[in-house]
């Protein structure tokens, strides 16, 4: 720059811009300080420095007033005494602005912000000079000023371009992280609450019971800046909402009244779940589903740490009771207890299944496991991610994991005593039983106690069989047949029964009516299909026993017949036979279901998961009625024997007595209204003396007397007595049956 001796008006040169400055216009380079040139060069006066690569106006400017050109040099010269003529952008709420690239956006300052800023750092750089001791040369001669100097332009780097940059770029990189951080916690925290809202149960009010101490503390929390105010002078309170629900999370999340960046929650309580009709929601096992209650605060606010807040972590031990901690700390503790209850809950569901395959015993302690091998902490989220599948197949979908440290899955299969041949095991038992239901219930095993009684229960069903051909058929039978096998020889033993029926009857066909024969006709104590064979080859038969038993309806012979059959050796045989045995077995899974049986690994919780798999079976063959059930029939079982507490347990023993209870009285007056006669004594098949005591344990109202028949809400048919000369009873077309003569005269109505 140069002045002319005519002219006070400094004469503006142009500069042309520097080649090493790569064209950048002053505000890409806060390391230098501008020159006169460089806060002039190419600016028409009154005009702010335009980037190298901006577009230019194409009319030519108007000429700068003297004045203008004044104004523009004195802010130029403003602008190099403030160290740079740039400062940063700042948004409403008094935040930094930055770029897609999280820089802080900077523009020219006005002459009043520079001028406050040249201000500002003088005095700064005054107090910090005078501030500093004087020292003296090395001769001790003369003062040394250079610490004062130093100290000085220290104090005033703030409030130039290059400071005030900084300084808003480390406050915008400490809110991002901060934004950052309390993102990560919210979604880390999210997963794991998913995690635990999957296993349900006791496991919801133990994370209740993890959060109370923090919730306490917040309580008593000061307040913390509204993130929404420029001044930084307005506070809210720490805690946002209490015994907030999942639907009402979800819409303070939309309306913005909850922000992920800044707030974050807590579990304050359990609550049930219900549809949208107000239809209460259950769970598999037949307990309610339930959920999390929030309570929505603030994650930059902090707490007075109290002694229950220090269980939450070992790395709070040495910190003193009445220390003042963020909140966000807390919360984190609070949030790797969650992964760890996820964590160790789906392990335990895990290892009952394993070691009932393998036939092992396995205790293990999660928090014991990581203290040996603290690489497992990182992988708690994924454990309880598959909390609900096989163990075998929990491994296989963390080995797919890639973000599954594979040193921390060995060392938790080794903690957890799991071996290859183990988990190959597994899949191979699963799979049988997968190709087992595709075959369908005739390919599984027959039921041992079913085997068993085989002989017994043939010679009931058929009474007319001989030993010999009861022995042949038992033998054919063998020690482990399937369903199907067991279906095939009691057909023979059918086939067997008829062929001696048939030999009877013929013997009997023009023989007199024996006494014997008539009483075991007209009392039930001769099979039904015997009895429709005789009577149809021997009216004279008919006759003496109608005499002998003038209530017998011979209409109901035939059917009756076939009543037998199904009760004695048909579908519904299959089912009494399974709900008898399943009676006894949830009689005792009552006695096994102990509080030790709550815990996996120990012989009790061995003991029930085992008879819960047997009566599950059972349970489901007796409901379809003695057909074969499916997987997932039996799964429905098993689900509500095995609830999470022995409460629910023995809750669902008793609520499926009492259901069976009620179908096998429905099964007893099917029994008792099929029977032709009220004289019958032949009692309703499978449902032994031990299987009514089993019964009586679980439901104390049914009562029954040992050898005799029960008394349950069942009404015995009355004994109607038949006028002289009745022959039979026939049903007429109004509904009600009439006794008859020999000669199909209609004698009266029954009953009257």
């Given amino acids: 720059m140069s002045f002319s001796p005519n002219d006070n008006t400094p004469d503006v040169q142009a500069v042309p811009p520097s080649p090493s400055a790569g064209n950048l216009p002053m505000s890409a380079r806060p390391d230098q300080a501008p020159s006169l040139q460089d806060a002039t060069a190419g600016t028409p006066a009154g005009q702010p420095n335009l980037p190298a690569n901006a577009a230019m106006p194409t009319a030519p400017a108007a000429p700068a007033t003297p004045a203008e050109k004044h104004a523009s040099i004195f802010h130029n010269v403003m602008g190099m005494l403030a160290g740079g003529m740039n400062r940063p952008v700042r948004g409403p709420n008094g935040q930094p602005v930055t770029d897609e690239s999280g820089n802080v956006v900077m523009k020219p300052a006005g002459a009043k912000q520079l001028g406050a800023g040249i201000l500002a750092g003088a005095i700064a750089s005054m107090v910090a000079g005078m501030s500093t001791p004087t020292q003296m040369d090395p001769q001790g001669r003369r003062p040394d000023y250079s610490n004062a100097v130093a100290a000085g332009a220290k104090a005033a780097e703030p409030y130039t371009q290059k400071g005030s940059q900084e300084a808003a770029q480390k406050q915008a990189d400490d809110t ?3 934004q950052y951080t309390t993102t990560d916690h919210n979604l880390k925290l999210h997963a794991a609450l998913m995690n635990n809202l999957k296993m349900q149960g006791d496991i919801l009010q133990e994370g209740v019971d993890t959060d109370a101490p923090i919730i306490e503390g917040l309580a008593t929390a000061g307040t913390v800046k509204d993130p929404t105010d420029p001044t930084g002078v ?6 946002q909402a209490q015994k907030v629900g999942e639907d009402k999370l979800m819409a303070m999340m939309n309306d913005g009244s909850l922000h992920v960046t800044r707030d974050s929650i807590l579990r304050d309580g359990v609550a049930d779940v219900y549809d949208e009709k107000g239809k209460q929601r259950m769970n598999p096992d037949g307990t309610p589903m339930q959920q999390y209650t929030y309570t929505v605060y603030n994650h930059n606010a902090q707490v007075v740490l109290s002694e229950q807040m220090k269980g939450l972590s070992p790395n709070l031990k040495d910190v003193s009771v009445g220390t003042v ?5 807390l919360g984190k503790y609070a949030r790797e207890q969650a992964d760890l209850a996820g964590a160790g809950q789906a392990l335990k569901n895990h290892m009952s299944e394993y070691d009932e395959v393998n036939g092992t015993k396995t205790n293990f302690d999660l928090s014991a496991a990581t203290a040996k091998y603290p690489a497992l902490k990182r992988i708690y989220p994924y454990i309880a991610k598959y909390g609900t599948d ?3 197949l929990m491994f296989k979908d963390l080995r797919a994991e890639k973000s599954v440290d594979s040193a921390a899955l060995g060392q938790l299969q080794q903690a957890l005593g799991v071996t290859p041949e183990g988990l190959q095991k597994m899949a191979q038992d699963r799979a049988a039983k997968m190709n087992a239901e595709k075959k369908g219930n005739d390919a599984l095993p027959a039921p041992i106690e079913q085997v068993k009684s085989f002989r017994s229960d043939i010679g009931t069903a058929y009474p007319n069989l001989s030993e010999g051909q009861k022995d042949l058929l038992t033998k054919s039978l063998g020690k482990t047949p399937t369903n199907g096998d067991y279906q095939k020889i009691q057909d023979k033993a059918e086939k067997y029964s008829d062929s001696n029926t048939r030999l009877e009857a013929q013997k009997a066909k023009d023989a007199p009516a024996d006494p014997a024969l008539v009483k075991s006709i007209g009392t039930g104590h001769m099979a039904p299909d015997r009895v429709a064979y005789l009577l149809a080859k021997n009216p004279a038969l008919l ?11 011979s209409s109901k012979a035939a059917s009756y017949a076939k009543t037998y059959v199904d009760f004695t050796s048909g579908k519904t045989s299959r089912a009494l036979n399974a709900g008898a045995t399943a009676l006894r077995h949830l009689n005792e899974l009552q006695t096994l279901n102990t509080k030790e049986s709550m815990i996996p690994g120990t012989p009790d919780h061995t003991a029930y998961q085992n008879k819960v798999d047997t009566l599950a079976s059972e349970l489901s063959s007796f409901y379809k009625g003695g057909g074969a059930p499916t997987n997932e029939d039996i799964q429905g079982i098993k689900d509500t024997l095995l609830s999470k507490t022995t409460w629910n347990r023995n809750a669902a023993i008793k609520t ?15 029994w008792q209204n099929a029977a032709p006669s009220s ?4 009692e309703m098949p499978f449902i032994s003396d031990d299987a009514k005591a089993a019964r009586h344990e679980l439901d104390p109202d049914y009562t029954y007397t040992p050898g005799k028949k029960s008394t349950s809400n069942i009404t015995s048919q009355p004994t109607v007595k038949a006028p002289s000369g009745a022959f039979d009873k026939v049903k007429a077309s109004d509904g009600n049956y009439y006794w008859r003569d020999k000669d199909k ?5 029954v009953g009257q």
């Fill in 656 to 670: 499926q007595a009492h259901s069976m209870g009620d179908k096998l009285d429905a099964y007893e007056q099917q």
């Fill in 234 to 239: 307005k506070t809210i309170p720490a805690v």
């Fill in 390 to 392: 096989p163990v075998d």
């Fill in 543 to 553: 006759v003496a026993v109608t005499d002998a038993y003038p209530d017998f309806d």
């Fill in 679 to 682: 004289s019958y004594e032949a």
């Fill in 745 to 749: 005269n209609v004698l009266g109505k």
């Fill in 176 to 178: 991002k992280m901060r």
């Fill in 325 to 329: 901690v963020p909140v966000s700390v």
